[in-house]
């Protein structure tokens, strides 16, 4: 039976495969949008994350981020680690359980080419952009992605070389509720133009 890696390796091919496996991503918040990107990375075989959140898994979380009933109560790095783990054991995973503010954020980053902003608010998001863009190889940012429908509204937008947001840029979640599959399009477009940022650039 194929296993695992050699089914990763025919499908991106050999060096491409190296290049994901050596690349630490930063995935900046582990709620809806930031567990699942964790989850499509690891899929086509990043093995080094760094997790950032300061919050723990509530059963509101459970209608849209990856994680399941009995992980109520568990820190929410804690957790996405273990789910991630689940599906590739080998993983090399640093949590860290902390508010990202101006004081912290690249000191958590400090090992991470690619950043996956998945914050909730606004300013959060500035915040960590105008932090780790002058140090980072690519910040994939998301804004916009509310409510339900229209799904095709989600788009890529290439802000500079090294900035790139996802979303509808309006849909603000705090009017329009943040539901899976919107969510889930968003966190898979994350992941898709961080792995190929990889294979073209790097």
């Known amino acids: 039976m194929e ?7 025919k499908k991106l091919g050999q060096d491409n495969f190296q290049k994901v496996q050596q690349t ?7 709620g809806g949008l930031g567990s699942n990107c964790a989850l499509n990375l690891c899929r086509v075989g990043f093995k080094k994350l760094v ?3 300061f919050d723990t ?9 990856f994680y399941f009933a009995d992980q109520v109560g568990q820190d929410k790095v804690s957790a996405l680690k273990d789910n991630l783990s689940r599906v590739n054991p080998g993983l090399e ?5 902390q508010r990202i503010s101006q004081v912290n954020a690249r000191e958590l980053f400090c090992d991470c ?16 952009v105008a932090q780790l863009l002058p140090c980072v190889k690519l910040i994939v940012a998301v804004s916009g992605l509310g409510g339900w429908g229209n799904s095709d509204s989600i788009k890529t937008h290439k802000i500079k070389d090294n900035l790139i947001i996802i979303g509808d840029l309006e849909s603000d979640i705090s009017a329009r509720p ?14 898709d133009i961080i792995l190929e940022f990889i294979i073209k650039s790097c």
């Open 57 to 65: 898994v509530s059963s509101a979380n459970l209608d849209r981020q």
């Open 93 to 97: 995973i640093v949590c860290h359980k």
């Open 24 to 30: 630490a991503i930063g995935i900046a918040g582990a």
């Open 51 to 53: 997790l950032v959140d």
């Open 3 to 9: 296993s695992w890696t050699e089914s990763l390796i």
């Open 113 to 128: 080419a690619i950043i996956a902003e998945c914050l909730d608010s606004a300013e959060s998001k500035s915040m960590l």
């Open 178 to 191: 943040a539901l899976s599959p919107r969510v889930n399009i968003a966190a898979a477009k994350q992941a």
